[in-house]
């Protein structure tokens, strides 16, 4: 991942390429915004159409269900985790994972084609984020606690560092759509539009959880200070400082093997064999 002015060489891009290595060039927010990669997608025609075929009916809707629902799950363990060490703010976290819980099995209720329950599956994903990030803040340094999320730009120190870790997300699971054979662009919850990843959106919901416990512990370890951001119009971004920080500890969190299927893999591995486990439920 490139962030910074640099130069690199035909025969170093040549190498990457012939040991599946792409190359990303992300902005000043952590937003990819070019890659260099093999062309052997390994795509099958196949995988493709049962992809535009799922995102309108109720098999996709039940896909869709299943990662938002899988986001949910990530966010109440979270909590929970963090409830532990935290008894003055027990009984606080605790009611908003029972308002999550609640909104998790409003979820279970909703079916139907994709393009009928779409707004509904996005509204309570969106409800439960947004009671997921106020018991977020409250668990925060009285200095860093933040109202809601905000993005590009953040106006807070919390969600700066939390923006540039999705920006990293989004890279690796564009990158394990490709080589699954799917097409980050036909996308089942976020609908089609002109150059929008709408795949990548939806993908990336299973894997935020690594970013926000990246970002939380942080903070959590004082390890995050003023000079890590620099001020810019309506809001801040993350320096090199920064960046250098977050991208240390969370590229060490994905390197940790965790047990998946009876084996110990990357953590960072998981988004390639869920990405083939997809495209392969699409044609069965």
Not at 60 to 73: D, H, S
Not at 171 to 185: F, N, Q, R, T
């Amino acid at each position: 991942m490139i962030t910074t002015a640099a130069t690199i060489s035909t025969d170093a891009i040549k190498f990457a390429v012939e040991n599946n290595i792409d190359i990303i060039f992300l902005d000043h927010f952590g937003d990819p915004y070019g890659r260099v990669w093999h062309s052997k997608l390994g795509s099958t025609v196949l995988i493709r159409r049962r992809q535009l075929e799922y995102s309108d009916n109720a098999k996709g809707a039940r896909m869709a269900k299943g990662w938002v629902n899988e986001k949910i799950n990530n966010q109440v363990d979270f909590l929970k985790d963090l409830k532990k060490n935290r008894p003055e703010l027990k009984e606080d976290l605790q009611e908003y994972v029972d308002d999550i819980e609640n909104l998790k099995s409003q979820l279970q209720e909703v079916k139907g084609d994709l393009e009928e329950v779409r707004g509904t599956i996005m509204g309570i994903e969106g409800m439960a984020s947004r009671n997921y990030f106020e018991a977020i803040s409250l668990i925060m340094p009285d200095k860093w606690q933040f109202s809601g999320r905000s993005r590009n730009p953040a106006v807070d120190g919390f969600n700066c560092l939390l923006n540039y870790g999705y920006g990293v997300l989004y890279s690796m699971v564009e990158k394990a759509c490709i080589i699954s054979g799917l097409d980050p662009y036909v996308g089942f919850l976020h609908t089609d539009n002109y150059n929008k990843k709408s795949l990548v959106f939806d993908l990336i919901e299973l894997y935020r959880i690594h970013a926000d416990r990246t970002v939380v512990n942080l903070f959590s370890k004082r390890k995050v200070n003023d000079e890590m951001f620099d001020s810019i119009p309506n809001g801040l971004t993350l320096n090199e400082e920064g960046k250098a920080v977050l991208l240390q500890v969370f590229n060490e969190t994905m390197e940790k093997k965790i047990s998946y299927n009876g084996r110990n893999i990357k953590l960072k591995n998981t988004m390639q064999y869920d990405c083939h486990k997809i495209a392969n439920s699409l044609i069965k």
